[in-house]
């Protein structure tokens, strides 16, 4: 059994987290603003993660095996984090993103040394503060607040680089109802000129992955993906099953295109998980149930 520690977590992946957690007879706290109950069984914080000294009130002389944050998205948020949490944890785990290779154009598959956030350059007095500065630098956000926590020889860390997320009528995205109602509408769909494929993670095996994180020992990055990458028509024709019609692409040159097209590869390598011990499912075995559940709301709804 151990004491864990997840930030945020109330919603999609952090709330089946939590719940795996709990069933796996672990004692659980969630540090969050309070401004949605958190699941029956943890013990619940209210602290703003931003607020050093909000942080440090909350925790008062708690400590844990390991923290998991789900909400970790700039350097001065994992700065804050790796201080408070200093000598009363024994392992940090940040949930990260595919979004830290965002200067990588290979077409192959990533491998983690691809980005070392021990070289990475950290900027704290950046606007890390300004959603719109925020929202814009995304990746490179979660990139510098891997390195944080990397560069600090004191703090045994590990970041999840998390592919992109299907599944769960839970999908607070829209993502997916943006294909489906341009397919029920017959309107087209915008795809870059060249359209890469990206790796995808399941919505529950985020969850399985995680919980499983938190009882190992390792250290350092590591990729979080399924094994089948997919491209806009793969996913296209799952949803055409789901609700009619036939999807119709349309190629631009430059201008905002559809959410799960690409113009670079957005392609992961998990092969350090399996050697790890945990070996992902193929696309092919859930992206027709992921579709299915995130759909399921929207038929509701109408």
């Known amino acids: 059994m151990l004491d864990v520690c997840v930030i945020g977590g109330n919603r999609y992946f952090g709330k089946r987290l939590i719940a795996r957690l709990l069933k796996s007879g672990n004692r659980v706290t969630v ?9 029956a069984g943890v013990t ?7 607020d050093e000294e909000s942080l440090r009130a909350a925790l008062g002389s708690r400590t844990f095996d390991v923290v998991i944050d789900q909400v970790c998205y700039t350097p001065r ?17 940040m949930t990260s993103t595919v979004e830290v290779y965002e200067y990588e154009h290979s077409t192959a598959p990533v491998r983690e040394g691809a980005v070392d956030p021990r070289t990475v350059k950290v900027d704290l007095a950046a606007p890390w503060d300004d959603p719109d500065f925020r929202q814009q630098h995304y990746g490179e956000g979660k990139r510098q607040a891997e390195a944080v926590l990397a560069q ?13 997320v299907l599944g769960g009528a839970d999908d607070f995205t829209g993502r997916v ?8 509408a017959g309107e087209p769909i915008a795809v870059p000129a060249e359209n890469h494929p990206a790796t995808y993670v399941y919505v529950e095996e985020i969850a399985d992955f995680l919980a499983w994180t938190a009882g190992q020992e390792f250290t350092g990055p590591v990729n979080a993906n399924a094994y089948g990458p997919l491209t806009t028509a793969d996913i296209c024709a799952v949803i055409e099953r789901e609700v009619g019609g ?9 201008g905002e295109t559809s959410p799960f097209s690409f113009t670079r590869s957005y392609g992961m390598d ?10 992902f499912r193929d696309s092919s075995q859930w992206l027709s149930t992921a579709i299915a ?10």
């Open 44 to 50: 619940s914080l209210v602290a703003d993660r931003d």
């Open 177 to 184: 109802d943006h294909y489906a109602a341009r397919i029920r």
């Open 246 to 254: 036939k999807a119709e692409f349309q190629s631009v040159e430059v």
């Open 270 to 279: 998990n092969s350090r998980a399996a050697h790890l011990g945990y070996t």
């Open 152 to 164: 600090d020889p004191g703090c045994p860390y590990v970041s999840v680089r998390v592919a992109h």
């Open 77 to 93: 948020q994992a700065d804050i984090a790796r201080r408070v949490f200093a000598g009363r944890v024994r392992r940090h785990v």
């Open 31 to 39: 540090i969050n603003r309070g401004s949605s109950a958190s699941p």
């Open 293 to 302: 559940e995130t759909l399921r709301s929207g038929k509701e709804d109408r």
